[in-house]
């Protein structure tokens, strides 16, 4: 029997923006907590729980991965630099050249976008700060 692929939910953010970054990342029901991962603005964040999210799914082993998450713009950049092997331009291009290396070793089946209220790692993430 085939397996599907494997969905790896990410999500990151700052507290306060620009702040301290954190991420989540949901694998197999299981909640992933990454705090502290410097600081940086939103989108750092975005990119960091990405990074997460691939280096999580590539050590549980080769197949097809498939990553969910809530930053559109995060998405489509990441998006853009698979298909053209090219690393976006501006702030952002460390972490997608990071992330394009990773992608080098097994490249994800497909990145895409839902919904905040859908995301598993945004509602983990969401929790952790009550309002």
Do not use: Y
């Not at 990410?10 to 694998?27: K, Q, S």
């Not at 410097?38 to 750092?44: A, E, I, K, P, R």
């Amino acid at each position: 029997m085939a397996r599907g692929r494997l969905k790896v939910f990410f999500d990151g953010g700052c507290r306060p923006n620009p702040g301290r970054i954190e991420a989540a990342v949901v694998v197999r029901g299981t909640l992933h907590l990454f705090d502290d991962l410097g600081l940086g603005t939103n989108s750092d964040a975005e990119w960091l729980a990405l990074i997460r999210a691939m280096e999580l799914a590539q050590s549980l082993g080769p197949g097809g991965i498939e990553l969910i998450g809530d930053a559109v713009e995060v998405i489509r950049q990441a998006n853009r630099a698979l298909v053209t092997g090219q690393t976006v331009k501006g702030p952002m291009r460390d972490h997608a050249a990071t992330f394009l290396a990773l992608a080098a070793k097994a490249a994800p089946a497909r990145i895409r976008w839902i919904k905040r209220e859908q995301n598993l790692a945004g509602i983990a993430l969401a929790a952790r700060h009550p309002r």
